[in-house]
């Protein structure tokens, strides 16, 4: 039976709210903290990102669920400690981001690996520190996980990451559903796994896990996963395979472009899987990365210069892709504002970096209220894959990040020096032989 939507308020209001004034977020004045900050810096309310917690928290009342932040959105260890302080756990895909998680305080029991390239030292580090659950991609990672198990004479516990072929409607660089992608395996795989599992005695192979992709839209592409995986739980109970947690991954998306996209509220969402998995006693997993903190984080620029080409007009800025990525990877749409009170006329830009590629393009034919050079610009919706995926190409330094909290900032890690670029680099002294 479809679910009912609601009159819900749309999920981005709850990060948009905190703008108020021309130039305030989270109660600070932009325009002074960039007085104060070199530009460019990233930002980030921690008003935003606990709204929606609150959210989701309130949405998930009455199941047996555990939030498990989706690390790679962004690793900086406060907004790390931030999720740890709201007793929300972490999904990792590396044992960086699982020392990273340890670090800010999050505890190994709410912690779950995923991804289809663990290696066996990873493994072997997240078994040593106890986490919760191995989201497994290949029989083979089964296998190893296994050995590993073994040798440290303790037991794995496991979900096999069922991969239903589903088309989430979303960026091919991040669907991760389809029988094409590298993700998951097949039901007809994870059946012959279950089939097997007596044969593991080092790891309980007890769980289910699903992720189709990210910054999805629709609750179509969540409802038919979730009953494929429903379908599939169900027939494992039948026939003797207690399934303890159901991972239904995370997705949700959030606006990056005002007036067009139209994100799900928490609850919409909640009700979805409510519907699907109805009946269900387990734990329920969630992997919320980008909803929770992309519209939480702004990226601050100055522009450099108007440079008047023979067919265009170009916005320099002194951001560049190798602090954003997502437009020139994905050709993404980030909103993009003059942090300004002053009314002026409008003009139209290709809105660019300074680094040494054409796909250093943040925007093109984007109709700004007329901007000169010095003028400051914030660029919407970065707070996930930004920070977490940027660059020092042309050895531009990373940029620093600060998180603001009703009225006050604190730097959460600041530009980086030079001397920290070059810190593992060495002139050819010590030639040896392989």
């Known amino acids: 039976m479809p679910t009912q939507m609601t009159n819900r308020p749309a999920a981005q209001e709850t990060a948009r709210e905190t703008d108020g004034a021309p130039g305030m977020f989270d109660g600070v004045d932009l325009r002074r903290l960039a007085e104060r900050i070199a530009t460019p810096f990233h930002a980030y309310s921690a008003g935003a990102i606990h709204r929606r917690i609150d959210e989701l928290q309130a949405a998930l009342a009455g199941l047996d669920a555990t939030v498990c932040f989706a690390v790679k959105a962004n690793p900086n260890l406060a907004i790390l400690q931030l999720m740890a302080n709201a007793g929300v756990g972490a999904d990792i895909v590396s044992v960086g981001e699982l020392r990273r998680a340890l670090n800010a305080g999050i505890p190994a029991e709410r912690i779950v690996f995923s991804g289809v390239g663990k290696s066996a030292d990873e493994i072997a580090g997240a078994l040593n520190v106890g986490i919760m659950r191995f989201n497994v991609e290949s029989l083979d990672e089964l296998h190893t996980l296994q050995r590993l198990a073994k ?49 593991l005695s080092h790891v309980q192979l007890d769980g289910l896990h699903v992720h189709i992709g990210s910054q999805i839209l629709s609750v179509e592409p969540f409802r038919l996963a979730l009953q494929r995986v429903a379908a599939f739980w169900q027939e494992l109970e039948r026939t003797g395979h207690p399934i303890n947690s159901i991972d239904v991954g995370g997705g949700l998306g959030v606006c990056y472009r005002a007036g067009v996209d139209r994100p799900l509220a928490a609850a919409d969402y909640v009700d979805v899987i409510r519907a699907a998995l109805a009946g269900y006693r387990g734990r329920l997993l969630l992997e919320p990365g980008r909803w929770l ?113 009703q009225g006050r900032y604190a730097v959460v890690r600041r530009r980086q020096h030079f001397e920290e670029m070059i810190a593992g680099e060495q002139p050819a002294r010590n030639w040896e032989t392989a």
Not at 309 to 328: C, H, I, K, T, Y
């Open 293 to 405: 903190v992309a519209e939480a984080g702004v990226l601050l620029t100055r522009v450099l210069r108007v440079k008047e080409g023979a067919e265009r007009r170009f916005l320099v800025l002194d951001a560049a892709m190798n602090d954003l990525q997502r437009p020139s990877l994905y050709d993404a749409w980030h909103d993009i504002v003059p942090v300004a009170d002053t009314p002026r006329p409008p003009a139209t830009y290709d809105i660019v970096g300074p680094v040494c590629e054409t796909g250093d393009t943040f925007a093109r034919a984007r109709e700004l209220p007329e901007c000169s050079a010095g003028d400051l610009l914030l660029i919407r919706a970065t707070g996930a894959y930004g920070a977490s995926m940027a660059s020092t190409y042309n050895s531009r330094p990373l940029a620093a990040e600060v998180l603001l909290d």
């Open 151 to 199: 040798a440290q004479e303790v037991t794995a516990r496991a979900a096999v990451r069922i991969n239903p072929d589903v088309d989430a409607r979303t960026h091919a660089k991040i669907s991760t559903g389809k029988s094409e992608n590298k993700f998951g395996v097949s039901i007809d795989e994870a059946r012959r796994w279950f089939a097997e599992r007596k044969q």
